[in-house]
């Protein structure tokens, strides 16, 4: 079973330009969480979603931020018109369907986007 | 969120037990404390969790003092490759997603 898959890994845009980041949950996870990590900083929570909808996006910049979690594919989190401070981490985690119980979060090794 | 507290930092040697602590002192009733870390240039990644209860896995103990105020992780026999950033991490039962505090980053020598 492979794990959280991100792509890119490494990811360099120029200021303005569009970034896509994209996230493959664990086979048979439902949910899938963004976070961003600034450099020497602790990971900060941007959006929980599931298939197909957006559950708590919170931690969402306003502006130039989106996320999806489509039927069919990979969740995006997608950032327009990106700016030096955008410069990150960005980790995906994905869990399965909880009941009861607590689940334990999977996350993938992470993009890291640098705006030059 | 209910707020924990970790030391900045910790160092240990290599093959020694590490206790790492943890104040939860608003712990509510109905939070988990779960573990998790981060390796260099890695994701986290999920250690240990428990209610009221030690636990015990294959990478630690969480000893988790009996008013639920603080807890504990033991990891029996550091190796370099537990060099990492631990973070404690309250979790309402129910809740899905996972807030992260500064953690403690620990260091091991050889």
């Known amino acids: 079973n492979a794990g959280v898959m991100q792509n890119p890994r490494h990811l360099v845009r120029r200021r303005g330009q569009e970034a896509r980041l994209r996230c493959s949950p664990m086979?048979?996870?439902?949910?899938v969480y963004w976070y961003r990590q600034l450099p020497e900083e602790g990971l900060k929570f941007m959006v929980y979603?599931?298939?197909?909808?957006?559950?708590?996006e919170s931690g969402m910049p306003k502006e130039r931020f989106s996320a999806e979690f489509p039927k069919e594919g990979p969740s995006i989190l997608r950032i327009q018109q990106v700016v030096r401070g955008d410069s990150a981490a960005y980790f995906c985690?994905?869990?399965?369907?909880?009941?009861?119980?607590?689940?334990?979060?999977?996350f993938g090794q992470g993009t890291r986007l640098t705006v030059v | 969120d209910a707020k924990t507290t970790q030391p900045n930092s910790m160092e240990s040697n290599e093959e020694e037990p590490v206790h790492l602590p943890c104040n939860h002192s608003?712990?509510?009733?109905?939070?988990?404390i779960h573990w998790y870390r981060q390796l260099p240039s890695q994701g986290p990644e999920y250690v240990i969790h428990?209610?009221?209860s030690n636990v015990n896995n294959r990478m630690a103990s969480l000893a988790i003092a009996e008013d639920r105020k603080s807890s504990t992780l033991i990891l029996h026999r550091a190796t370099l490759r537990d060099a990492a950033v631990y973070y404690c991490?309250?979790?309402?039962?129910?809740?899905?997603?996972?807030?992260f505090g500064q953690g403690t980053r620990l260091t091991i020598n050889p």
């Open positions: 985690a994905s869990s399965p369907r909880t009941g009861v119980g607590v689940t334990e979060a999977f």
């Open positions: 086979k048979g996870h439902s949910h």
């Open positions: 979603l599931q298939k197909e909808n957006i559950i708590d």
């Open positions: 608003t712990i509510s009733g109905t939070d988990y």
């Open positions: 428990g209610l009221t």
């Open positions: 991490i309250l979790r309402p039962q129910g809740a899905q997603k996972l807030v």
